[in-house]
């Protein structure tokens, strides 16, 4: 681990009852789940190769803060110990998940609703748990001597490879599907991490029999993530190409969806849960105390009608504080349009065709086109497509001729 000239004399590690202390003291703000690991030596080397192969798409902050990611004493120098800190969102109010291998070619049925990622139904994570980590802080100001540059926290935005910290703390092991999943709150558990130069004694991770294993410790013969994943995204167990993946396409991808994916998205409207969903593990989950969320689970109900219909008035207003709002309101009607062309719903192609013709927006325009053919109204565009000039939307008419 790097450690530049100049690095802080480290602190005293503190004793087991004051660890346990704030152990405890951390739990109390919400936290379920409050691990320790040491913070070397660096974590992951596999990042380097999957970053090579292109494998997370545009996303070009990873490839930036690779080195970070890698050596977390180029975050903090004289870093000791990270806390890993998880927040389970599983909640039995939830319906139950759909089928991961719906009926239809399409991923759905006429008259279905949009699908949401489960963590979406919530205000923004990031938001509602950075209150708790500045407490945290102050804790361990408070029980181990530590200043306020003897720390650094993140909550899923920082160059911390969390999922890896999460396995070495024993918070969980890491899946086939590339998550965390947890023997007590399956694969549905919220990470943040506190960086800090207090060296705690570390807690064991996961080990059994294949101790050598960093994928599917305990997965066995499992293949349920893979064989479910609607688009093919697992380039290997425990790797996820992001070019693939539903929930990259539907929320980190600013542009145009590649068509050979969209009908792989099925009904699904911001994100994907189908490699979360069909693992066993989550037999033993239980609802979260979920004091550092705060619900939305009323965005369920929104039918894909009202989403076509969304102004960028009514966006603000119901998507307030909401993970979605980062997705503006051009990428959820290029999202709500793929969903239109698979449920097979003929009563959207008003709407459809009405965003075909005339929204504001190329990218929106682009998937409206795309959808209207898919429900077989494509003569009524005839106009719009004489009219068009931007080069991504023709580019779907001529695909459809």
Known sequence: MNAPAGTPAPLPGPDHATQEALRARLHALGFDSVRFAAADPAVAPPLSAWLDAGMHADMQWLERGAAKRLDPGLVLSGVRSVIMLGVSYWSEQLPSPPNPKPKTQNGGTAGAGPVWARYALHEDYHDTIKPALVSAGRILEELCGAAPADYRYYVDTGPVLERSWAARAGLGFTGKNAMLISREH?????????????????????????????????????????????????????????????????????????????????????????????????????????????????????????????????FATVFRRTPIKRLKLAGLLRNACVVAGNIGDVSLLPALVGLAAGHASPLVRAHAVWAVHRLGGGAALAAARAAETDASVCAEYAAES
């Not at 992001?242 to 911001?270: D, F, H, M, W």
């Not at 989950?285 to 989403?307: P, V």
């Open 186 to 314: 399956g694969n549905w558990l919220f990470l943040a991490s506190i960086l800090t130069r207090v060296p705690f004694a570390p807690d064991a991770p996961v080990r059994l029999k294949y101790a050598e294993r960093e994928v599917g410790l305990l997965c066995g013969r499992c293949t349920r993530c893979l064989d479910a994943c609607p688009t093919q995204a697992f380039a290997a167990p425990g790797v996820l190409d992001a070019r693939r993946c539903v929930s990259y396409q539907t929320i980190e991808n600013k542009g145009v969806i590649p068509r050979e994916l969209r009908p792989g998205i099925g009904a699904r409207i911001y994100g994907c849960d189908v490699c979360l969903e069909v693992c066993p593990w989550n037999r033993f989950a239980r609802d979260g105390r979920r004091l550092l969320l705060s619900a939305r689970y009323d965005l369920a109900a929104l039918s894909l009608a009202e989403l076509l219909a969304l102004t960028p008035e009514s």
